[in-house]
């Protein structure tokens, strides 16, 4: 019994060693933000639970501080000042079979500042998303639990063992709205994680997939008439990304060499306001 032990273990330690990349290079960068969301969106809804949605929200960065080593040994200390960092327009479907469960599916056009406008591929970026929530209403409160698979796509040109043209994330959120009774105020809180589910594999962490975004959103909804609403918000992410540099005659005998790796970790604050008109 005890020898069947110890081989299972030796086993065991020699598939995690056979995901193990020795990189040539690392680095590591820390990124403090600061960024202002404005936004809208309109939703038709039918009695057979139906909604239809289209959004915009516009992007603003006002801070935005990267200090650290890249992996190729230079010294980053940067800060920019305001700026328009992204756009996102998006259209929505969502149906509610059920009290206790709704069901959404969408696609985003993102526009990225920053990137130069003379080629689409390169500041335009395609997502598609799913999910399914499950939900449990009291007299003061609603509890919720979502989760949603998110693809994001690109069209420029990739190196496919440095990062995915067709990016899969999943993200799993757990939030409450609670009821102010005899008052148009709804207060709500929520916190998100997002996990990675296709990274390539020098880009995975130990072998594995891993974690790069956890959120963390309060805010406040204020109904200002029948159909309009306007919401008020604080949102704070930490972010881990790990992007990697392939050189390209990184093969000897099928073995990888000279990967660079920059692991780059992200401290972001956000306020913001959307509108919300709903009929």
Known sequence: MRTRVITLLTLLALCAGAYAVDYASTGATTEQAAQMRVGAEFTKKWKCGLRLSLGEELRFNLVDNEVGKTAKGVAVD??????????????ALGYAPVEYVKLDAGYTLRLLGGKGWSDY?????????FGVTGQYKMQYAKIYLRERAVLDMRTDSVNLDEKNRNNWLLRSRLGSDFYVQG???TPYLWVELENTLNAPEYQQKDGHQ???????QTGLKWRVSRLSSLNFYYRFTYGYDRHININKN?????????????????FQHVIGVSYNFDW
């Open 210 to 216: 891993y974690i790069s975004r956890l959120r963390a």
């Open 183 to 185: 008052k148009p105020l």
């Open 121 to 129: 591929n390169e500041f335009l970026r395609h997502r598609v998303f």
């Open 250 to 266: 990184y093969y000897i005998k099928g073995n990888p060499i000279k990967i660079r790796l920059d692991e780059e970790t992200l």
């Open 78 to 91: 940067t800060a920019y000042g305001a700026a328009f960092a992204k756009s996102y327009t998006t259209v």
